[in-house]
């Protein structure tokens, strides 16, 4: 019987050891010997916005001149065209809170990229313009249904100390539309009866289908789901936990709000209409256009992670500042000038901070309002964001008609820049975690 107790004292004391070791395990996700699954869920989230916005908003910067041209749409109509694709993204920055809580971030998203699809499909059977823009509407849905809840499951799996870096590799996923576009796009014929921008729409619709199925077969909207704590160090002062936003912080909500409208407004007049630029005004080919284009992709898979990284470590506010010098600087090249060289100096600067500004948008949500009101934040953020959005190209169209390029609108562009820059200093400095 003595041995019998010695033996089942041996085995409760193994199996308080493994009990140790697993808590051990779930508490330290610094452990480089086995992957944490946070950055499972972020490479995943970037394969999404590689569709979400990648394909489904900035290939049709590539696509638009073949289509202007096959249409008869002149630059009030291009600029419509990219308008009626915000408001379907605005669409969905409303329904978010509502459907987000519900269904949660693997749901929402894999219903998003499908919707993508469908409509996809739609405008590669179709040259109504009419039907064209009904059809990207529900394109900015899908992608606005992919983009927030992408950005805002980061604040549940990373600890602010490593959010910013995981929202850069999450941004990397658009660069990645962004290259295939440009290389694709020129080389693409007609086929059967569609016109070669209907068979872009087609390929990607396809592509949207792959990822999503991939997305409902990895993406996981808690920690919680894979028994895991978030990834990075915890914070050594308390967390704001509150699933809703305070009075308190409505100020500095429009104060972000305001920084993230002016960026949406210039930085896609710029992804809009540049491709146009390089091939009137430049008299650049497509096909060289489109490898320009492509560069921009390349440099921008890094611009979210290098900001974020940079964020992490000198704050959001002076992360923000630094990208606001660079994108301004990237608008006024094309808009004073007309020579090459400010072209190539102004696609090398806009590709590495394209993504910079979402990125620590999104991080800014998580750190000032907390991570269970990280998703409000980021939805009214980035409402205004759409807004900006939705109004630039229709106002860079416009007054391209009235001047005859987009010189005007790149250096309003430029000064509005600078604009933002002021703002992000006067923001308060964000406490230590």
Same mark, same amino acid.
């Given at each position: ?364 949500? %998580? ?6 009101? *990280? &998703?409000?934040? @980021? #939805?009214?953020? $980035?409402?205004? !964001? /759409? %807004? ?6 229709? *106002? &860079?169209?416009? @007054? #391209?008609?009235? $001047?005859?390029? !987009? /010189? ?7 000064? *509005? &820049? ?16």
């Amino acid at each position: 019987m003595a041995d019998g107790m010695i033996q089942q004292d041996n085995q409760d004391q193994d199996q308080d050891q493994d009990q140790d070791q697993e808590n051990q395990d779930s508490t330290a996700p610094l452990k480089l010997d086995k992957l944490h699954y946070a950055w499972i869920v972020a490479a995943t989230g970037s394969v999404a916005m590689f569709c979400g916005l990648g394909l489904g908003r900035f290939a049709f910067g590539m696509l638009l001149p073949s289509m202007s041209s096959s249409l008869g749409l002149n630059y009030t109509q291009s600029g419509i065209l990219g308008f009626t694709n915000l408001i379907g993204y605005l669409v969905a920055v409303l329904l978010s809170p509502f459907i987000l809580p519900r269904f949660g971030t693997r749901a929402t998203a894999t219903g998003s990229l499908f919707l993508i699809a469908v409509s996809m499909l739609g405008m590669a059977f179709t040259t109504s313009f009419p039907i064209l823009c009904a059809l990207y509407v529900l394109t900015g849905i899908g992608s606005g249904g992919v983009v927030l809840p992408m950005m805002s499951v980061m604040s549940h799996w990373f600890f602010p100390s490593h959010r910013g870096l995981a929202l850069g590799l999450v941004m990397a996923g658009p660069g990645f539309g962004i290259i295939l576009s440009g290389f694709v796009v020129p080389k693409l014929l007609p086929f059967s009866n569609l016109l070669s921008w209907q068979t872009g729409w087609l390929i990607f619709a396809v592509i949207n289908i792959v990822v999503a199925c991939l997305t409902f077969t990895l993406i996981r909207n808690h920690p919680d789901d894979v028994s895991q704590n978030p990834f990075g160090r915890a914070p050594t002062l308390p967390v704001k936990n509150k699933k809703k936003l305070e009075r308190s912080n409505i100020k500095l909500l429009v104060h972000l709000g305001i920084i993230f409208a002016i960026y949406g407004a210039t930085y896609m007049v710029y992804v809009t209409f540049i491709v146009t630029s390089m091939v009137g005004s430049y008299q650049l080919s497509e096909a060289t256009a489109g490898g320009i284009w492509a560069w921009i992709g390349l440099l921008s898979i890094f611009s979210g992670m290098l900001f974020g990284w940079i964020s992490d470590h000198i704050g959001r506010r002076l992360g923000l500042a630094l990208a606001f010098v660079f994108l301004a600087i990237a608008y006024l090249l094309v808009g004073l000038t007309d020579w090459h060289s400010g072209l190539y100096l102004s696609i090398i600067l806009f590709g590495l901070v394209v993504w910079s500004i979402p990125v620590i948008m999104a991080a800014s949500a %998580g750190d000032y309002f907390g991570p269970a009101a *990280a &998703a409000s934040a @980021l #939805a009214a953020l $980035t409402f205004a !964001f /759409s %807004g900006g959005q939705a109004l630039g190209p229709v *106002a &860079a169209g416009y @007054l #391209a008609e009235v $001047t005859g390029d !987009f /010189s005007i609108s790149y250096m309003v562009s430029g000064i *509005a &820049a600078f604009v933002a820059l002021g703002l992000s200093l006067l923001l308060r400095p964000q406490k230590s975690a």
